[in-house]
């Protein structure tokens, strides 16, 4: 009994120590396991001005959620970092990268550092300026030190661009215009703009500038996985214990290098340089039918000068793909420029003109673009083809072939390279060398619709021409695609450039049990079209005595500009216009191409005066009277019974009836 007490006693002790032994490893282990993740909101503004929550899991990897709320802005200057007793508000700090940076500066490229300090008085002024409105830092300036030297017109080998060296994602992210007419990186305050939208985004995330600045050169992404490592080893997430691209961890230190050098000017002997004048904000917004040479000759100022201003506009004309652009100006051509505007509001037309000729497809325009232009290379998509691409891209077909030396039916690839080349300013500038070209003539298709049972060869013999042009004019891809009833351009007539096309309606009376598919048939047109030409809802609403449109011709008129022309209003007639106008309804008629007085309609454009060019007739019409004869009409009108057997074609001269109408020549002078 004592034995099976003491077995008992002994395997309870037991137990509490293998209890009380694997307690305390499931402690410490407790104790030592890195804390759970703990969401930590943080409030910023968005590129689009509104306000986003980003979420960082203190603790565990760091994840980002985003959702719209509404709260407090992030504080973005709330410190100040001392060091050689100048004050700055980004974090400059003594370590060996920063020295490192800054003995490249002062030392081998000194030349470089000379450069961006006598450039920097041109744009320094304006970024702090458009900071300190911001919140922001304002040493952050020393970024644009640090990426462009203070150059807009920088360029990188990753194809950054400007003063803040954005790529186009980037750029196009937070709100700058990126295409082939204008490049808004290189504008100075619109890129400061974007940049500062990205550098709140930057911060809302880490809420720390070093890390913002990091991630502004290589990426949040990559800054975001280097602190998720770096938690891992147990190691605090700042800037210097990170494991970051070599550039970015050389950048950062030097930022820190170039705010040292510009407070310090006097110690490292750059005290001595003058530095450029603050840039000129004036700015005015112009419809894009003005060009640039006209803006300059507007404001008495010079076109390489403006151009130089409006680095954005790198083409050297205004963006094509905009109704208005905007301008950096001298602020003493400012006021030169308004006044012109309000004298004379009107653009010239000659450089929208020459766009319009660049557009055609001619040897020369091509061979200007050639020279002249720049080339722009863009990759095909899936879905493509040539067509398509030379009516998105304003050229043609033709053009395309010849630039990237296509055959005469390519195969286009998915992501094939293509090359065009896109006008500049000496391109309009060599076009507007050219004699205009004025076009004397145009080509007015000739219509007609089809019946049922017509082919294709029966129409081309009976208008006279080839089945293969009837393919072409109407791009039928076969014989088989014509259909009844459908509009076909079987030819084309010549006419004047500066003619207009006038429609002169064929009216009849409805008669009694006409019905409008008999009409149509007689007409040789449709029901449909009837209907759509009279306003009628249904065959049904034809009545007996209605006045009916069944048919139009195209007369052609040539516009003068001395020519009065104006628009019949409702329920007036030849008569009263002839008497308001001075003229006759013969005279009327005439000028107009009316056949009858009962043709004048309301809303009819109507030309009330004699058109320069207008010859008169050569002939008058005049009527037999009663006793009449051909030789007493002779001498009337001063002429010779020949002619007027001529010119009435009669067969005898004695068969004249009463109320004939006869020919006489206009050049004989009426009767006494």
């Not at 961006?116 to 008085?121: A, T």
């Not at 003068?560 to 106008?581: A, F, G, P, Q």
């Amino acid at each position: 009994m004592v034995m099976v007490r003491r077995i008992i006693r002994g395997s309870g002790c037991l137990i509490f120590y293998f209890w009380g032994f694997f307690s305390w490893n499931l402690l410490l282990a407790d104790a030592l396991r890195p804390a759970p993740p703990k969401p930590l909101p943080l409030v910023m503004e968005t590129s689009d001005g509104g306000f986003r929550k980003t979420t960082l899991w203190k603790g565990g990897k760091q994840r980002l959620g985003n959702r719209d709320i509404l709260g407090p802005k992030t504080v973005y200057r709330k410190n100040l970092w001392w060091f050689n007793g100048i004050a700055y508000d980004i974090p400059v700090i003594k370590h060996a990268l920063v020295d490192r940076a800054l003995r490249k500066l002062i030392v081998n490229k000194r030349s470089q550092s000379i450069t961006g300090i006598k450039r920097s008085g041109r744009y320094m002024p304006m970024i702090r300026r458009m900071l300190k409105e911001e919140g922001l830092p304002l040493d952050l300036v020393y970024m644009v030190a640090q990426e462009s030297n203070f150059n807009e017109m920088a360029r990188s080998r990753m194809n950054a661009v400007g003063l803040w060296q954005f790529i186009a994602t980037s750029g196009r992210r937070f709100g700058l215009s990126i295409n082939r007419w204008i490049d808004e990186r290189r504008d100075p305050m619109l890129s400061t703009q974007a940049a500062i939208r990205y550098l709140k985004h930057l911060y809302g995330i880490f809420e720390n500038w070093p890390l913002a600045m990091a991630a502004y050169n290589c990426g949040e992404r990559r800054v975001q996985e280097a602190m998720n490592t770096a938690r891992e080893k147990g190691l605090r997430p700042h800037f210097w214990n990170l494991k970051l691209p070599k550039e970015t961890e050389h950048y950062v230190p030097s930022i820190m290098a170039q705010a040292i050098l510009y407070n310090q000017r006097e110690r490292f002997r750059f005290s001595h340089l003058k530095t450029a004048k603050p840039m000129d904000e004036t700015r005015v917004q112009l419809p894009v039918a003005f060009s640039i040479e006209e803006v300059a000759r507007r404001a008495k100022t010079s076109f390489q000068g403006l151009l130089k201003l409006n680095s954005a506009l790198y083409r050297g004309f205004p963006p094509m793909n905009e109704e208005h652009y905007t301008l950096y100006l001298p602020k003493t051509s400012h006021a030169v420029l308004l006044g012109s505007l309000e004298r004379n509001p009107q653009p010239e037309r000659t450089w929208d003109r020459n766009y319009t000729q660049l557009v055609k497809d001619s040897p020369h325009m091509t061979r200007v673009l050639e020279h002249y232009g720049a080339p722009v290379y863009f990759r095909v998509k899936r879905g493509d083809n040539l067509w398509d691409l030379a009516k998105k891209h304003r050229t043609s077909v033709a053009r395309l072939k010849r630039w990237n030396k296509l055959r005469s039916n390519p195969v286009l690839r998915v992501n094939q390279r293509l090359k065009l080349y896109v006008p500049t300013w000496q391109v309009f500038r060599e076009i507007a060398k050219l004699p205009a070209i004025k076009k004397t003539s145009k080509l007015i298709a000739k219509r007609v619709r089809v019946n049922r049972g017509a082919t294709l060869s029966l129409l081309a013999e009976r208008h006279k021409t080839s089945v293969s042009k009837l393919l072409r004019w109407n791009k039928l891809r076969s014989a088989k695609s014509l259909r009844a009833g459908q509009k076909l351009i079987v030819g084309y007539r010549r006419v004047p450039a500066d003619a207009t096309i006038q429609r002169s309606y064929k009216w009849i009376k409805v008669s009694r049990h006409a019905t409008l598919s008999h009409l149509a048939m007689r007409h040789r047109t449709s029901v449909h079209q009837l209907m759509r030409w009279n306003g009628l809802r249904s065959a049904k609403s034809l009545k007996a005595g209605q006045n009916l449109i069944v048919g139009y011709s195209n007369k052609v008129f040539r516009p003068i500009s001395s020519v009065r022309s104006i628009l019949v209003k409702k329920n007036t007639t030849l008569s009263h216009l002839s008497i308001r106008y001075k003229s006759s309804v013969s005279q009327l008629m005439r000028w107009n191409g009316l056949k009858k007085a009962t043709d004048l309609r309301a809303g009819m454009k109507l030309i009330v005066s004699k058109p320069s060019n207008f010859k008169d007739s050569t002939h008058h019409v005049i009527r037999v009277r009663s006793g009449d004869t051909l030789s007493k009409i002779a001498h009337r009108y001063r002429t010779s019974v020949q002619t007027l057997v001529a010119l009435n074609d009669l067969k005898s001269k004695n068969l004249l009836r009463l109320n004939q109408r006869l020919l006489v020549p206009a050049s004989s002078t009426n009767e006494t």
